[in-house]
């Protein structure tokens, strides 16, 4: 998927979101910086143009499968009966694909061919759903897109592609979150709409098309984001694509595949798949677009709190012309709002901001980050861990971390050389505050909240000699007692 060079309109008049940002998590010596002409930028009304790039296999024409006997159990055809229908393909020695279990008869020997169908985005309508749309398929998550659901006369798709590796077959789509709901047009023929859930505000990355007019069954429940273009041309092709006989794959690949369509049903074949090559974009321009940013909320109360407040202060955000840049001076966290202006119209994407050293985000990951380079850890308590691996705990001081992940369970094992005991201590999420000290070969309980790693020590049970111990003040060597 890619951007078409060159827009196809002369002045822009939509404004569309075509980019969101990840998380940003910035260390100590850490910047950010983006182009925000690269995120919003203006289409012609109403909005860019998308290209499906489709390969689709020769058609010969439906056959009937099932022949419905008379009661006397002959195979003589009941016109009245139910039929089951299959489209057929011509195959590349000349033949034609009528037994479906026949070896040979893989979609690997079809005779194929290529389509390109254009889809007007409806950016005017859907502003949302168009720019979630195009940030799928800016970031390669709609190449080789397969149909995994075909009925009441819609081909859905967004939720797995073919796999990039021969060791898999399909690979789900990452979901980027969910999207509100937007009230368009009916569901007609042609029309392109996210899928969704029982919640209005639950879609993602997955849409349909229209392959009749859903009017009366779909309404406008659906958010319509785009009308196929050149109907009288296109619609046959997008026709073509509903002729793939729906396979129940279920038991093999779970629920999601009870009405997937296959060329063919030996399901294991990448080829049998119903799916789309490419989806790719017309550029839009940026000329007249004004950006700003603001700070969103975090904890969910009413009104900056003096703690968001303080969080906020860390960081430096300035914006030049189209570039946005963004640093810290302190530790803290922040919901950024970014925004795109042009006349009346605002979009905005928002970046989270988490301003630590990431090593110690992913060996602390259950951590309230604070001023001055501190983490109130769920289970290890308060300490500053800026400068990671070297850590410097309220209660056991001077230490340095450094953990195991078993590759089965993903946890961690941790072993800190704790500088008051001069010795290596073995603990874990699950075991601590119990710990094992390697220099005396034993295990000790440590008493939460004792020690200030100044001059009050920490008190310890030693379960093997089976008395309280403590340890001495910082600096000291000597031996625990």
């Known amino acids: 998927s890619c951007l078409l060079a060159g827009s196809f309109i002369s002045q822009g008049e939509i404004l569309v979101n075509v980019s969101a940002k990840d998380p940003q998590i910035l260390g100590p010596d850490d910047s950010y910086s983006v182009d925000l002409g690269d995120h919003f930028q203006l289409y012609g009304d109403p909005g860019p143009v998308a290209t499906f790039s489709l390969h689709m296999p020769v058609q010969t024409g439906f056959i009937d499968l099932m022949y419905k006997t008379t009661g006397n159990n002959t195979p003589d055809y009941n016109p009245d009966g139910p039929t089951l229908e299959l489209m057929t393909y011509e195959m590349a020695d000349g033949s034609e694909y009528t037994h479906l279990f026949d070896s040979l008869a893989t979609p690997t020997n079809f005779v194929w061919q290529d389509y390109s169908v254009n889809f007007q985005l409806r950016g005017d309508l859907a502003p949302i ?3 979630n749309f195009i940030q799928y398929l800016l970031d390669d998550s709609y190449d080789n897109v397969i149909v995994q659901r075909s009925e009441i006369g819609v081909i859905q798709m967004g939720g797995y592609r073919l796999s ?3 060791d898999y077959l399909l690979q789900a789509i990452e979901r980027k979150g969910t999207i509100l709901f937007e009230e368009t047009i009916d569901n007609t023929q042609g029309t392109l709409a996210m899928a969704r859930g029982d919640f209005i505000d639950s879609a993602s990355s997955e849409f349909y098309i229209n ?12 958010s319509v984001f785009g009308e196929v273009m050149d109907f009288d041309t296109n619609m046959p092709i997008l026709e073509e694509m509903g002729d793939a ?8 690949m779970g629920g999601v595949f009870t009405t997937t369509p296959l060329y063919s049903p030996f399901w294991l074949e990448p080829e049998s798949y119903l799916s789309i090559q490419d989806i790719s974009v017309s550029e839009g321009t940026r000329t007249g677009v004004s950006y700003s940013t603001e700070f969103g909320d975090l904890d969910g109360v009413e009104g900056t709190t003096d703690e968001e407040a303080a969080h906020q202060a860390v960081w430096d955000i300035a914006i030049d012309g189209s570039q946005l840049n963004i640093s810290r001076h302190d530790s803290g966290i922040a919901l950024l709002i970014v925004k795109g202006t042009f006349g009346e119209q605002e979009s905005s994407f928002t970046v989270p901001l988490t301003g630590y050293k990431p090593e110690a985000m ?3 990951p259950q951590s309230n980050i604070e001023q001055e380079g501190y983490l109130n850890n769920a289970w290890y308590g308060d300490f500053k861990a800026e400068t990671f691996p070297q850590i410097f705990h309220d209660n056991h001081g001077e230490q340095w971390v450094y953990y195991t992940e078993d590759e089965d369970t993903g946890d961690y094992s941790f072993y800190i050389y704790d500088i008051n005991m001069v010795s290596w201590v073995y603990t874990t999420p699950w075991h601590y505050p119990y710990m094992y000290v390697y220099r005396t070969g034993h295990w000790l309980g440590y008493v939460l909240g004792t020690g200030n790693a100044d001059d009050e020590p920490r008190l310890f049970w030693d379960f093997d000699q089976q008395k309280w111990v403590y340890t001495n003040s910082p600096g000291s060597t000597a031996e625990l007692p």
């Open 129 to 131: 759903a168009v720019g």
């Open 245 to 252: 006989y729906p396979w129940n794959l279920g038991s093999f």
């Open 211 to 222: 392959l009749v007019d859903n009017t009366e069954v779909l309404g406008k429940n659906y």
């Open 164 to 166: 990039d590796s021969e």
């Open 362 to 364: 992913v060996a602390f």
